[in-house]
């Protein structure tokens, strides 16, 4: 039976399968019903007092009390809902509801979105009707551009979502479509690198490291042809059919990797035509531990016997009377030496016998076409069953005035640490004087490290993919901030056909350009980490919040979704004393947590009504983890003192003519 039932009348259900919830498709969904009103019916049984259990749309209710508090709805706003008479099948409504599902096609998305647009409807307030980022819009309208051959493929599901971006690395529907003829004709399915590669150049040239690895006679003898002009030779002639040299060149290297696997008893060897591995590829991978073989005795006496010959034939070189004769035969057996010391100290790490069974390795593609191991060991990771929020207990704070507050779980430390961590990258990309600075100084200090602390940051060339894979706050100001910074940032010299073409391109961009890059590229290889005791801590990126003066809370704030739901109840009441006093946190003692969570979300958020001295402390309030808190007291003052301001160091911590963080990245 269908009937209209007050939202205040409606209570979970303890029968309702769905226990876990995804934040951002929450907030979508809240956003949809404020935007459109409830388009599909609660399901619902009779239960005491006059209230009825929701056996399936939960989440839908949950959205619809959000909208209450956020005082869009009334609290007895009346809900169309299918009652059920008995509950012997409340359980089994309750899963096919949840599990009788699928998600939209990208494609179907993209059409759906470019209607609404083409409509009249702005681009943001598209986003804002379905919760979406304004980024995620604006890229479901790029595959609506796609050549029709490539968007019908994606709608098909004959292409995956990642390759339909890549075709759209270019505008060109002509060359999109000309690559996917191409690609479809390969005997191995293309990567997005592959894909990405292909619509950006027409043609390879036969210096190109895969012509170089597949050869010449190869390429030919599979049907592939080659343009050359007057003046061309082997190096510099065109080969025209790519999609066909990819598919020859993968089909080498996956040869190579097997037999390599097999020689070296790895479980597997994963190819790639690039000259790296890129974060795709060991994505999902940790390394394992691995060393390099110690020498034996025989080797050490040999490298003693080496330097011993090293310094006799030194001394004929600085001998201002030796002939020149024996300098240049010194210098060559100095130059022999010292190859075969660096081959004996620069040996290959050897892993355990006992990981060695689901140990793999990555293989790339050198620039002179040579398949090259890379020397790293890699493991598939392990996922830790129930550990991700729960049971994980690893660090406790003082809390001040005799109070101890209570663990923040493991994942949770490891989220709160990758957003502090791009709020410090946020600030760091919109200050280029301080990249440098930091580039140069990160550079220089590296022989000096000590090895048994962390580095601040990965500026040896690596990109952090952070403790978690795949997490993304993408709703955080502070990384939406970033990626329309990156989004800024001229691409224009990746059009070089070689290294030397791109460098000259990237010379010709203007000043403010090359700095919007370094200061991107330096950002962006920070590590995550909180202001914390234990593995979490480093020490350095808090003395360079603090330098730079951040105000986190102005980039942070703490949500039922992203906080609170996440710690104990006494962490909430902590936090509210520390705002309220015990008056504040008295009122919410005996709160429900689900409750209390959500109060303490609008307290934090300024929504709350309270005093107004509490409301301000409540809006600068953040967790001491997320501040940063600066580990050197004895170091020596500067943008505070008095005699810097004097000099013309502006008080607020930004240096003459430097726009804040927040206005570059708007």
């Not at 234990?534 to 992203?562: K, M, S, V, Y």
Request: net charge negative; glycine share 6%.
């Amino acid at each position: 039976m269908i009937k209209t039932i007050p939202l205040n009348k409606l209570v979970q259900s303890p029968r309702n399968v769905r226990r876990h919830g995804d934040a951002a498709a929450d907030a979508e969904l809240k956003a949809s019903i404020a935007a459109h009103g409830l388009l599909q019916n609660l399901i619902v049984r009779p239960a005491a007092k006059g209230r009825f259990e929701v056996e399936a749309g939960e989440r839908r209710r949950r959205a619809m009390l959000a909208l209450v508090d956020d005082k869009v709805l009334p609290r007895g706003h009346e809900v169309t809902c299918l009652v059920l008479e008995n509950d012997d099948s409340a359980v089994e409504t309750s899963l096919a509801e949840n599990f009788h599902r699928l998600a939209m096609n990208p494609a179907d998305e993209a059409q759906a979105f470019a209607s609404l647009v083409e409509s009249g409807v702005p681009v943001e307030d598209v986003a804002r009707r379905f919760g979406l980022t304004v980024r995620f819009v604006e890229g479901r309208l790029r595959l609506a551009q796609l050549a029709p051959v490539v968007f019908e493929a994606l709608a098909a599901g004959e292409i995956t979502l990642d390759i339909a971006k890549a075709f759209g690395a270019t505008s060109d529907q002509e060359i999109q479509a000309r690559v996917f003829e191409q690609a479809s004709s390969g005997y191995y399915a293309p990567s997005p690198d592959s894909i990405r590669r292909m619509v950006l150049s027409g043609t390879v040239r036969g210096s190109d490291p895969r012509a170089r690895l597949v050869g010449r006679d190869a390429y030919i003898a599979a049907g592939g042809r080659i343009e050359r002009e007057l003046f061309d030779d082997d190096e510099s002639e065109s080969w025209v059919d790519v999609a066909l040299l990819e598919s020859l060149a993968q089909a080498k290297m996956e040869e190579q990797a097997k037999a390599i696997a097999a020689e070296r008893g790895l479980a597997w060897v994963r190819p790639t035509l690039d000259s790296y591995a890129s974060h795709d590829l060991v994505d999902g991978l940790v390394r394992l531990p691995a060393e390099p073989a110690p020498l034996t005795e025989a080797e050490l006496a040999h490298l003693e016997a080496l330097d011993a010959s090293w310094d006799e034939h030194a001394a004929v070189v600085e001998d201002e009377e030796s002939a020149e004769e024996a300098v240049a035969a010194a210098e060559a057996a100095i130059e022999a030496i010292e190859r075969e010391c660096q081959e004996l100290r620069n040996r290959p790490p050897v892993l355990a016998p006992e990981l060695k069974a689901e140990a793999g390795m990555i293989l790339t593609l050198s620039r002179d076409g040579t398949p090259v191991l890379q020397p790293v060991f890699y493991g598939e990771r392990q996922a830790v069953a129930g550990a991700e929020d729960e049971g994980i207990e690893i660090v406790q704070a003082d809390a001040g005035e005799g109070r101890r507050r209570s663990a923040l779980s493991k994942r949770l430390v490891d989220e709160l640490a990758m957003q502090r961590r791009d709020i410090l990258s946020l600030h760091i990309a919109s200050d280029p004087g301080l990249a440098l600075d930091l580039l140069v100084f990160s550079l220089a200090d590296a022989d000096t490290h000590d090895w048994r602390s962390r580095a601040s940051t990965t500026l040896r060339g690596g990109v952090p993919a952070g403790p978690i894979v795949g997490f993304e706050a993408k709703d955080a100001p502070a990384s939406a901030a970033l990626a329309e910074l990156k989004a800024g940032l001229d691409e224009s010299w990746r059009a070089g056909e070689d290294v030397s073409a791109r460098f000259y391109h990237f010379r010709a961009l203007s000043d403010e350009a090359r700095a919007a890059w370094l200061g991107f590229v330096v950002a962006r290889t920070l590590e995550a980490s909180l202001n914390m005791a234990g593995e979490r801590r480093i020490a350095f990126q808090d003395h360079l919040g603090c330098l730079i003066g951040i105000d986190t809370a102005q980039w942070w704030r703490p949500t039922a979704a992203n906080y609170f739901d996440r710690v104990s109840k006494q962490v909430i009441l902590d936090a509210l004393a520390d705002v309220g006093g015990t008056e504040l946190s008295s009122r919410f003692a005996s709160v429900k947590k689900a409750d209390l969570a959500m109060s303490a979300e609008r307290v934090f958020s300024g929504t709350y009504i309270t005093e107004v001295e509490v409301r301000e402390r409540a809006l600068a309030w953040v967790p001491e983890v997320m501040r940063f808190a600066s580990p050197l007291p004895d170091e020596p003052e500067q943008a505070s003192s008095p005699g810097n301001e004097a000099d013309g160091a502006p008080a607020d911590g930004l240096s003459d003519g430097q726009e804040d963080p927040r206005e570059l990245a708007a």
